[in-house]
């Protein structure tokens, strides 16, 4: 289904994914893991063309991703829609405009400035927004939101474009545990029900381990894990991770049941970005 070979890309003389090869072969939820600046972002951008890559290829159902220029990339955009840590809707916008833009692609330029849209639009992006749970807040300002519904809300923008794979950008980064979790179970949810593959950066380990059926951990621009959660062992996290024996696994945990664990870790990584 999805292929990656050899994909690289450079920054000057800086290598941010380094011949990094994958194959998915059916609908997958995948997470992908590793420390700050080890290419996580990179690679989801250049699989949805929006960095360009410096060597490989990326076929999706055979098709050369990286070749595709014109109307067909925009195609492969919008079937692959990505999801970022800071939601990126309009924030004054109410929900169901914010949802609405989910297809944009597919409008026409004045269509979009009056903000017209069609009437099987409005009831498909409302039926999603039930879909989510946030119905009721279809016609509050996004702003007005809590993070976790904005973040549902992002995710209804992308399911308005029928997306074949969902790329999430630390969709939970920055959500506290409650909200991380009813995030991550609807992503979990669309992939099951719909049978979307996601492809989902994450931070924490066990985030990856509770949602993923696949976890791929990067380090410094390679891949250096690629197996089941079960396989992804304290031993191997600390490989990924580049970590001494000090590795800890409560310092990348958002359980619940260890909601300090996680404020502590939450400060850590508060500082460490100062
Ligand atoms: N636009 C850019 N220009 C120059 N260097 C970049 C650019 N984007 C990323 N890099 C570099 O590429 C490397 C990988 O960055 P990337 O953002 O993919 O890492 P990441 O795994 O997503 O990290 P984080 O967990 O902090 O989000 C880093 O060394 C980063 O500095
Ligand atoms: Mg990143």
Known sequence: MLRI?????RFGANTAVDAASFTVDAPRMIGIIGASGAGKSTMLRMISRLTDASEGRILFDGRDVLQLRGRAKRAWQSDCAMIFQQFNLVPRLDV????LHGTLGQRSTLATMFNLFPRED??????????????EHAAKRAEALSGGQQQRVAIARALMQEPKMI?????IASLDPMNAQTVMEALRRIHEEDGRMVIANLHTLDTARR?????????????????TPAQLTTGAARDIYGAGADFSEDATSTEIRD???????ALRDAEATV
């Open 167 to 171: 790329l999430a950008d630390e969709p």
């Open 211 to 227: 949602y993923c059926d696949r976890v791929i951990g990067m380090r410094l621009g390679r891949i250096v894990f690629d197996g």
């Open 259 to 265: 909601r300090d664990l996680y404020a502590e870790a």
């Open 122 to 135: 409005i009831h498909r992006a409302i039926d999603i927004l039930e879909r989510l749970g946030i119905a």
């Open 96 to 99: 169901v405009s914010n949802v």
């Open 5 to 9: 070979e050899s994909l690289t890309k």
